[in-house]
């Protein structure tokens, strides 16, 4: 029978993370849980504070939705294919008038310490201090505590010598901080390689740029729209080889063979392409479009000094501009460690305790086979694993011992935040251990393929990007950015090469497979032998 408690279950932010959890508890029965929330309505730091006006949903809107988990709900018919900042917050809204969690929320909420006051297993608590919208300390008692604080907190900045000198105009390129008027015929040169550039590239374009230049120390590679409809329609995770081979379609119109990237790593028959990188993929096509028709152009290399609209690159190259962009990351928040009184991890829990799970979107990527570039998706197991040591924690004890284990290091300010591989390790180790939390979360993972498939079919969804990237041709004549008798480069993406690429896909898996019990079955007749 699953546990009962004293005091209510307290969670922290009330983003997708945290409303995920929310609606999970009451669809499992529990009602009784509290919500901080350091901001004034729902949505979470990414949607409420780092996210630009022009900002939009990389991926496709199949999948990004409070109720994932509920098989009958689909995205709302209102919302764009890859939805505007806004059209996310209210998504975020209407589902939290749905399920009442604004009665369980309190908002501008600043959660300064959760620490463990005795067993909590026998009769203990956990008391989260937490200034109040008057700045005023309270105290609440909770029996368990699921953290979900993100990854971003602050945006992450240069000090450039020169600066005085550049009379141009200098800002970042997250946190709605940009004067979108200053971009009209401007040269503008992005600083980093993340989602934000590629996202601010976009921006560029429709804000009349003339020239956008990306410096950044390392190219990292970005996601075509259809390769993450690709990934995110797969019932069984996409092998690394077809990923580059379908992002090799794109990058041809930038003059760039994936295959020799950096990131890329595999075999000599390529049966094992591995892909890593820091930063996750940016999902985009019209990042491609700008750096083939000239717009935009990547250089490698840093800021060595500013002159009068002049960056010096470390490299010896000048390049000319009126705007520096900084897309450099976000750091995590440095409090976060001593506010959870961490010592180490044990999988994503706080120092191995069942009622301490800490969710935060891993950052990079270091993978082989691709399950998809959407957040809820990678957010549903843990949600599913840890509401069920919510119900059982007894069980935790046998396998902490077992989960990838993550020591705090005291001269580094961000310790909770982990690796993919450690998240993939913990749910191989959980799911081969408790059968019952198994079942759950393999129903969980295939609603994936079918709410993205059922929201974006492919001639659909083809004819989208399609429409969209004519529109963005259209668009760059019409502006003055291209010229009126360019070429119109064709959408390097049709039905027939889509589908070979997953015929192809499906082989690889079926005989991966095949080789894997293949292997099994031999060493299991050795054994007999013996």
Do not use: N, Y
């Given at each position: 029978m699953a546990r009962q408690y004293d005091h209510p279950i307290g969670i922290l932010g009330a983003g997708m993370g945290g409303m995920f959890h929310a609606v999970q508890l009451l669809?499992?029965?529990?009602?009784?849980?509290?919500?901080?929330?350091?901001?004034?309505?729902?949505?979470?730091?990414?949607?409420?504070?780092v996210a630009n006006e022009t900002t939009k949903l990389q991926t496709e809107k199949g999948t990004y939705l409070v109720d994932y988990l509920d098989p009958e709900v689909m995205p709302e018919d209102g919302m764009q294919t890859w939805p505007p900042r806004d059209q996310i917050v209210d998504m975020c809204e209407n589902a939290a008038g749905k399920h009442g969690l604004e009665a369980k929320t309190k908002f501008n909420a600043d959660v300064k310490k959760v620490e463990k006051k005795g067993d909590t297993l026998n009769g203990g608590y956990y008391q989260v201090e937490y200034s109040n919208e008057d700045d005023k300390?309270?105290?609440?008692?909770?029996?368990?505590f699921i953290a979900c604080p993100g990854v971003f907190y602050n945006p992450i900045d240069l000090k450039m010598e020169g600066k005085e000198l550049f009379d141009g105009y200098i800002t970042h390129g997250s946190y709605d901080s940009i004067n979108y008027d200053k971009l009209k015929d401007s040269r503008v040169c992005i600083l980093g390689h993340g989602g934000f550039t590629i996202e601010n590239v976009r921006t560029c374009v429709e804000k009349k740029a003339s020239k956008v230049y990306v410096l950044c120390r390392h190219q990292h590679l970005s996601g075509p729209r259809m390769v993450s409809w690709m990934v995110s329609g797969a019932p069984i995770p996409i092998p690394g080889k077809i990923v580059v081979d379908s992002m090799q379609l794109m990058y041809k119109l930038a003059g760039v063979d994936v295959w020799e990237h950096p990131v890329v790593s595999t075999n000599a028959d390529k049966t094992s392409t591995i892909l890593t990188q820091s930063t996750t993929f940016g999902v985009t096509d019209v990042y491609f479009l700008a750096r083939h028709y000239g717009i935009c152009e990547v250089v490698q290399g840093e800021v060595e000094k500013l002159s009068k609209h002049k960056i010096h690159v470390n490299t010896g190259r000048e390049l000319e501009c009126d705007v520096i962009m900084k897309c450099l990351g976000s750091t995590a928040d440095p409090n976060f460690d001593d506010m959870m009184c961490m010592e180490d991890l044990s999988g994503w829990w706080v120092n191995g305790d069942p009622l301490l799970p800490c969710v935060a979107p891993a950052k990079g990527v270091q993978a082989k086979n691709f399950g998809g570039f959407s957040l809820a998706p990678g957010y549903a197991g843990q949600v599913i694993a840890n509401l069920y040591f919510v119900d059982y924690p007894e069980r935790f004890g046998p396998v902490k011992d077992w989960l990838p284990k993550q020591k705090r290091d005291p001269d580094y300010q961000y310790n909770y935040i982990y690796k993919g591989a450690s998240v993939l390790a913990t749910m191989v180790i959980l799911q081969s251990q408790?059968?019952?939390?198994?079942?759950?979360?393999?129903?969980a993972d295939l609603l994936k393929s079918k709410k993205h498939l059922e929201t974006h079919p492919l001639e659909k969804h083809l004819s989208q990007c399609t429409e969209e990237w004519h529109m963005y041709i259209k668009m760059m004549k019409d502006q003055g950015q291209i010229p009126k008798d360019a070429p119109e480069v064709e959408y390097p993406y049709t039905k027939e090469n889509m589908q070979s690429l997953l015929d192809e896909s499906e082989q690889m898996v079926k005989k991966e497979y095949e080789t894997r019990m293949a292997k099994m079955n031999k060493k299991a007749g050795g054994y007999a032998a013996k």
């Open positions: 669809k499992e029965g529990r009602d009784d849980f509290i919500m901080f929330e350091r901001f004034e309505g729902f949505g979470g730091t990414t949607w409420k504070d300390t309270e105290f609440v008692k909770v029996s368990a408790f059968p019952d939390l198994a079942e759950k979360t393999q129903a």
